[in-house]
């Protein structure tokens, strides 16, 4: 993808129109849910793609009631996750059959490699999230992993 993102509506959307720059200090505020990959929607965020941020992004990320982020791997990136309301589940692993739990409050970290599937444990309540990312580009160095692969 360009430097442009989807909304969730399916027009491109410009992420630079999200941000203040100060002059030196790129600041986001009001983040509410305009864009979605891999069944997980997203607010503006911070990346590349509207800060001169080279090795960074930060994201808040929403997981509908039931919803599952299809398993994937971060490919040669870290990232911390601050799991600000409601509960996840991560299966991962070779064949995503070792699992854990999360609630709000909670801060994790994935390794890089390591794959996994994200399940929002609740059928009525959203799950909010602050990502992390040592990649400015965000999603574009996540490739899918098939649960069945191994």
């Known amino acids: 993808m360009s430097e442009r993102e989807l909304s969730l509506k399916g027009e491109e959307i410009d992420l630079l129109k999200y ?25 503006a965020g911070l990346s590349g793609k509207n800060t001169p941020s080279t090795k960074l992004s930060m994201n ?25 309301k409601g509960s996840v589940r991560h299966e991962f692993g070779p064949g995503c059959r070792k699992s854990v739990i999360h609630s709000a409050g909670d801060m994790f970290y994935i390794e890089p490699g390591l794959p996994h599937e994200v399940f929002n444990c609740s059928e009525t309540d959203w799950v909010e999230a602050i990502v992390a990312r040592s990649d400015a580009s965000e999603w574009q160095n996540i490739v899918p992993y098939d649960r069945d692969s191994e």
Not at 19 to 41: M, Q, S, T, Y
């Open 60 to 84: 808040k990320a929403f997981i509908p009631p039931g919803g599952v982020a299809a398993a994937h791997i971060h490919v040669d990136f870290d990232v911390m996750v601050c799991l600000l």
């Open 19 to 43: 941000v203040e720059n100060a002059g030196g200090i790129h600041g986001l505020r009001g983040i509410d849910k305009v864009r979605g990959w891999n069944n997980i929607e997203y607010g």
